[in-house]
């Protein structure tokens, strides 16, 4: 050390110049190489780069402190089974294709034509098929989570309520009487075995490509008995027994101010046909 200053004190003043200038570049060039809070230069001026590529579910690239990092985004929820039930061109279409979406039936029968039950995101299904496979009719036996698009099915009715909050008045009051019929399974002496209903049918014209819709009652029985009674009062009970209010009576007449609050349990929607558009006498349907 001591010949270190010895050296020192001999150099000129250019000398000394020189050495402090060679000192200070090395001090320079330490600082700027050494680590800074834990990062060297070069990873703390890196940027992050964030690369967005096309469409709403690609995935986005990010570079951070030198590490690239890929977000994928989550997959969008698969639209309900029930949905792809009930849009259209489903009515017309091949059972074979609507199968292959929500599996096979279980169950069928061949009363009034082959129906075949399916349970569809917990709701049940009944579909309506021809001898050929040709889907002719859709029932939704309605829930709070059951339920369908009027404006998926009967475009030119989509103002109604959505199904699963209907009540018979909702067509009643908003569709012109000569467009929509009302007909019963039973009003008076069922028995036991009888499953009674009351239908509502409307729709089904040229304009509606021929597709009707049946809203269809299951529990209203007090609705019910009110209806049975007026009936009775002015017809007599014979009539109300034999059925003949379905045919030989104004019931659309009889059930306003009496149905109007009925709740829908169940909507069928199926294809016009020709029993629909005939006179329809009580024998056909109740035979």
């Given at each position: 050390?001591?010949?270190?200053?010895?050296?020192?004190?001999?150099?000129?003043?250019?000398?000394?110049?020189?050495?402090?200038?060679?000192?200070?570049?090395?001090?320079?060039?330490?600082?700027?190489?050494?680590?800074q809070d834990g990062n060297t230069k070069d990873e703390e001026t890196l940027p992050e780069i964030k690369q967005q590529t096309t469409g709403n579910n690609s995935p986005t690239i990010i570079n951070r402190d030198g590490q690239v990092i890929i977000n994928n985004p989550k997959e969008p929820e698969?639209?309900?089974?029930?949905?792809?039930?009930?849009?259209?061109?489903?009515?017309?279409?091949?059972?074979?294709?609507?199968?292959?979406?929500?599996?096979?039936?279980?169950?069928?029968?061949?009363?009034n034509g082959e129906k075949r039950s399916y349970k569809v995101d917990n709701c049940d299904v009944t579909v309506g098929v021809e001898q050929d496979g040709t889907i002719n009719a859709l029932t939704l036996f309605l829930s709070p989570i059951c339920n369908f698009s009027w404006k998926d099915m009967l475009p030119n009715h989509s103002d109604l309520p959505q199904p699963n909050k209907m009540h018979f008045?909702?067509?009643?009051?908003?569709?012109?009487?000569?467009?929509?019929?009302?007909?019963?399974?039973?009003?008076?002496?069922?028995?036991?075995?009888?499953?009674?209903?009351?239908?509502?049918?409307?729709?089904?014209?040229?304009?509606?490509?021929?597709?009707?819709?049946i809203l269809g009652s299951t529990s209203d029985v007090e609705s019910w008995s009110n209806l049975s009674q007026k009936i009775i009062k002015e017809k007599g009970a014979e009539f109300v027994i034999n059925f003949e209010y379905n045919c030989n009576y104004d019931l659309k007449k009889a059930a306003k101010g009496i149905l109007d609050t009925s709740k829908v349990d169940y909507i069928t929607i199926r294809v016009e046909n020709q029993t629909d558009i005939d006179e329809i006498s009580c024998e056909r349907i109740f035979k």
């Amino acid at each position: 050390m001591h010949d270190l200053i010895n050296i020192y004190r001999k150099m000129t003043i250019m000398e000394k110049l020189g050495f402090w200038g060679s000192v200070a570049s090395i001090t320079g060039l330490l600082l700027f190489f050494l680590p800074q809070d834990g990062n060297t230069k070069d990873e703390e001026t890196l940027p992050e780069i964030k690369q967005q590529t096309t469409g709403n579910n690609s995935p986005t690239i990010i570079n951070r402190d030198g590490q690239v990092i890929i977000n994928n985004p989550k997959e969008p929820e698969p639209q309900p089974k029930l949905n792809k039930v009930f849009e259209e061109g489903i009515i017309g279409g091949d059972i074979k294709y609507l199968e292959s979406i929500i599996g096979f039936a279980r169950k069928k029968s061949n009363e009034n034509g082959e129906k075949r039950s399916y349970k569809v995101d917990n709701c049940d299904v009944t579909v309506g098929v021809e001898q050929d496979g040709t889907i002719n009719a859709l029932t939704l036996f309605l829930s709070p989570i059951c339920n369908f698009s009027w404006k998926d099915m009967l475009p030119n009715h989509s103002d109604l309520p959505q199904p699963n909050k209907m009540h018979f008045g909702d067509v009643m009051e908003s569709i012109p009487s000569d467009y929509w019929r009302i007909t019963a399974s039973c009003l008076s002496q069922c028995g036991n075995t009888e499953n009674p209903y009351i239908e509502l049918k409307f729709g089904g014209s040229n304009a509606d490509n021929h597709i009707c819709a049946i809203l269809g009652s299951t529990s209203d029985v007090e609705s019910w008995s009110n209806l049975s009674q007026k009936i009775i009062k002015e017809k007599g009970a014979e009539f109300v027994i034999n059925f003949e209010y379905n045919c030989n009576y104004d019931l659309k007449k009889a059930a306003k101010g009496i149905l109007d609050t009925s709740k829908v349990d169940y909507i069928t929607i199926r294809v016009e046909n020709q029993t629909d558009i005939d006179e329809i006498s009580c024998e056909r349907i109740f035979k």
